[in-house]
């Protein structure tokens, strides 16, 4: 059963809710438009903050909806975050658009806030500091998850999902790589 949940996590994965808002409602390929990412910064530069928000809260579902079906199939915080591993996998790498997705921070977002809600007011705080600090969106997010292995050391979590969620933000950070030095060089 565990493998059927990892297969099913890959392909929700593939389901690139910026794709498929251009193709419905403006009939174009997102892919061939401004930075040519599938993710919400590029849908909301080119259509605005409603396409910015529908993607967003789209790909963060995808995140939330394994980890929820993980914990109703009773499977372990390990087994969960694998799942979340794999359907951010199929966000930046999804087989139906040639592997060519978005940058994974939508999904693990609504994936992490699924796993543990009580990051939320934990996070936002510390976001919204180091966003007064870097003035990047990218940076401060990105910082921010930083203090999620940290969050869960201290509420005394497996060590196996800890060293997972390093695992995952590595991914994040690693798919970020190109944006991370483009603000890091503004500074």
Same mark, same amino acid.
């Given at each position: 059963?565990?493998?059927?949940?990892?297969?099913?996590?890959?392909?929700?994965?593939?389901?690139?809710?910026?794709?498929?808002?251009?193709?419905? #409602?403006?009939?174009?390929?997102?892919?061939?438009?401004?930075?040519?990412?599938?993710?919400?910064?590029?849908?909301?530069?080119?259509?605005?903050?409603?396409? #910015?928000?529908?993607?967003?809260?789209?790909?963060?579902?995808?995140?939330?909806?394994?980890?929820?079906?993980?914990?109703?199939?009773?499977?372990?915080?390990?087994?969960?975050?694998?799942?979340?591993?794999?359907?951010?996998?199929?966000?930046?790498?999804?087989?139906?658009?040639?592997?060519?997705?978005?940058?994974?921070?939508?999904?693990?977002?609504?994936?992490?806030?699924?796993?543990?809600?009580?990051?939320?007011?934990?996070?936002?705080?510390?976001?919204?500091?180091?966003?007064?600090?870097?003035?990047?969106?990218?940076?401060?997010?990105?910082?921010?998850?930083?203090?999620?292995?940290?969050?869960?050391?201290?509420?005394?979590?497996?060590?196996?999902?800890?060293?997972?969620?390093?695992?995952?933000?590595?991914?994040?950070?690693?798919?970020?790589?190109?944006?991370?030095?483009?603000?890091?060089?503004?500074?």
């Amino acid at each position: 059963m565990v493998w059927v949940y990892f297969a099913c996590s890959y392909l929700i994965g593939n389901l690139m809710f910026g794709f498929l808002m251009t193709r419905l #409602f403006y009939h174009e390929d997102i892919r061939n438009l401004g930075s040519g990412n599938v993710g919400a910064r590029n849908a909301g530069r080119l259509y605005g903050k409603k396409a #910015f928000l529908f993607t967003f809260l789209g790909d963060a579902l995808k995140g939330a909806l394994v980890v929820v079906a993980g914990r109703y199939l009773h499977f372990s915080d390990p087994v969960q975050l694998i799942g979340l591993a794999l359907v951010i996998i199929g966000h930046l790498k999804p087989v139906f658009l040639k592997f060519n997705g978005g940058k994974g921070i939508s999904t693990f977002v609504g994936g992490m806030v699924a796993f543990q809600p009580l990051l939320i007011p934990v996070a936002i705080p510390i976001f919204l500091i180091l966003y007064l600090f870097f003035r990047s969106l990218t940076l401060a997010g990105l910082s921010a998850f930083l203090m999620i292995p940290v969050f869960l050391v201290i509420k005394q979590y497996q060590w196996e999902s800890f060293l997972l969620v390093i695992v995952i933000i590595l991914m994040i950070f690693i798919a970020q790589k190109d944006d991370i030095k483009e603000r890091l060089l503004k500074k």
